[in-house]
């Protein structure tokens, strides 16, 4: 049913004297209405009311009705009931304070007035502000647009309420704490590090990096002074001072600067480490193993562990390496020589993981190398590079080792499996075992002396024409018989100076490399007490594989073919 229109409305209300009603105005202001029942009992909505008061000379704007009221009086008509009722009367603007949890914020909600009720005043508003205990902060200009008799009409004439903030503390800052600044990018700092992925490996703790003497370390930044600040109840809130930090030389290793107290300089070459007092500089490393608590190792000298090189560890270091326990399935390469107290360590692998070994990197099995000598009490499924010499007390089993120069086995030492090489000698007790275990023996490798020599010479020819054509460039000069510059006589010597130390170069790695080539016709395989079928040798292009069990024999290259004696 569509509602009824302002007129037809008009029309439907019955009048005052109908329903038997009286209004009036007190001299307070309040407005009062007087019920005595007519008999007609004529029915009347609350929304037909305002109509009922305009007909008897009163607005709702000038004289607003309590709701709560209306329906009182509405039912005292429904049951036909006499009554003198305060129906409503003038309505002040009023306010209500709010803060935020923190205190940090205030706002106020002004309702409007109604009917002849007071406008709200600024008196009235810090009267109410006053006794929330707002006391700072206050926005004068937001108190006096809430009080401005425009704002006050406009809400007025809408009935809605007003909201706005009047009030802001000031926040507290804490000062910051002393700090060092680290003035080496390659410092060490031994805590797990970060990558990309977000991803921390416990593992990898940081380089030893190398300083030489005098070499600024850290800084100190002093601490600086906190701020107060206050709640818009007045209350203070204390900014904390930034906590103080000594920096002072903790050994004989670290200076402070000369008229610098705050900087700290290495007094020795070494590694230098930071920690939360300053830094100092270890010049020795010295562990007593190196696992999960160590981390990875890189350092620029040599490293001295008492105990084991546990599992999935690695070291690099530009020195020797003594271990004085285990190295097992762990990464070792040293500039210097590698020597193990116990054994070299790795873990058999099935015939997949072995053809996709070389495609990974050698952190899950043990791998050895060193620039000069290994030396270990024995080896087993592991994979060991020596520059020189490989040097093993007890066996070799089942393992990869190159050396340099050669691999030697003392008193009954042994090699069984695997693939042991080495340039110009292999020196051993026993080669394989009983069961005709696969077991090469490799010495006398000329293949990548033959591949430099290759390159030297291709470099060679490549001079030659270089010098041929600066031959030519002379001539046609000479010939035209002009003068050149002599930033141009300059250069062409220069290009004929360098042409000649490259040509010298080349034909001192030609020389060496011939020496080597020589040496290596000498290269032998000696095995001093048994060599078992299943073994194999290969001495330059030559391959030999026993059938029977050989005792003492010496294999060497003759002609081409492998000779024993």
């Known amino acids: ?165 009047v009030a802001y503390g000031e926040s507290a800052y804490d000062g910051d704490d002393a700090w060092l600044e680290t003035l080496l990018d390659e410092i060490a700092d031994r805590r797990p590090q970060m990558d990309d992925e977000g991803t921390v490996d416990f593992l990898e703790l940081g380089d030893f990096p190398h300083v030489d003497e005098d070499q600024v370390l850290v800084r100190r930044h002093p601490p600086t002074e906190g701020k107060s600040g206050w709640t818009v109840t007045g209350k203070t809130i204390k900014g904390r001072n930034g906590k103080d930090l000594n920096l002072k030389a903790v050994d004989n290793t670290v200076k402070l600067a000369p008229g610098d107290n705050d900087l700290l300089l ?76 116990g054994g070299i360590i790795g873990r058999k692998r099935s015939e997949k993981e072995q053809e996709a070994k070389d495609s990974k990197e050698k952190i899950d099995d043990a791998y050895v190398e060193a620039g000069s000598i290994v030396k270990a009490r024995f080896i087993q499924e592991a994979e060991v590079v020596a520059g020189q010499e490989v040097v093993v007390q007890k066996q070799i089993l089942h393992s990869e080792i190159k050396a340099g120069i050669k691999v030697h086995l003392p008193g009954r030492g042994a090699i069984v499996g695997g693939i042991t090489q080495a340039q110009q000698l292999i020196d051993i007790a026993v080669c394989g075992a009983p069961a005709n275990m696969p077991t090469r023996l490799i010495v006398g490798d000329s293949s990548e002396i033959k591949a430099q020599t290759a390159v030297i010479n291709n470099q060679l020819k490549q001079l030659e024409i270089q010098k041929q054509q600066l031959m030519e460039l002379v001539a046609k000069i000479k010939k035209n018989r002009k003068p050149i510059t002599e930033e141009k006589k300059q250069q062409i010597l220069t290009a004929r100076d360098t042409l000649k130390v490259k040509e010298d170069q080349a034909y001192d790695e030609l020389k060496n490399l011939d020496e080597q080539l020589t040496e290596l016709q000498t290269a032998r395989i000696q095995v001093r007490k048994t060599c078992y079928p299943g073994s194999q040798i290969e001495i330059e292009d030559g391959s030999f594989s026993p059938r029977n069990d050989l005792g003492k024999v010496t294999f060497f290259l003759r002609d081409g073919e492998v000779n024993m004696r």
Request: hydrophobic share 40%; glycine share 10%.
């Open 266 to 341: 290495s007094a020795v070459s070494g590694m230098p480490v930071v920690h939360e007092k300053g830094a100092h500089i270890e010049q020795t490393l010295k562990l007593d193993e190196v696992g999960l608590k160590t981390g990875h190792i890189r350092f620029d000298g040599s490293v001295q562990i008492k105990g084991n090189v546990n599992p999935g560890m690695k070291i690099e270091v530009t020195g020797d390496v003594k271990v004085g326990g285990l190295v097992e399935a762990a990464y070792i390469k040293a500039g210097g020589m590698v020597e193990v107290g």
């Open 1 to 165: 049913m569509a509602p009824l229109s302002d007129e037809e409305l008009m029309l439907s209300t019955p009048t005052p004297e109908e329903l038997g009603l009286t209004f009036r105005e007190e001299e307070d202001g309040d407005f009062w209405v007087t019920y005595q029942p007519s008999g007609l009992a004529l029915p009347i909505e609350a929304e037909q009311f305002p109509h009922v008061m305009l007909l008897a000379g009163f607005s709702v704007e000038e004289h607003p009705v309590d709701s709560a009221a209306l329906a009182t009086l509405l039912e005292a008509i429904r049951r036909g009931q006499g009554t003198d009722m305060r129906l409503g009367g003038p309505v002040n603007a009023q306010v209500e304070v709010y803060t935020s949890v923190d205190k940090m914020l205030a706002g106020v909600v002004i309702f409007p007035a109604q009917g002849r009720g007071k406008d709200l005043t600024r008196e009235t508003l810090d009267e109410a502000l006053k006794k929330s205990r707002i006391v700072r902060g206050l926005l004068d200009e937001s108190l006096d647009e809430l009080t401005d008799p425009a704002t006050q009409k406009k809400i007025r004439s809408t009935g809605k309420p007003l909201c706005m903030i």
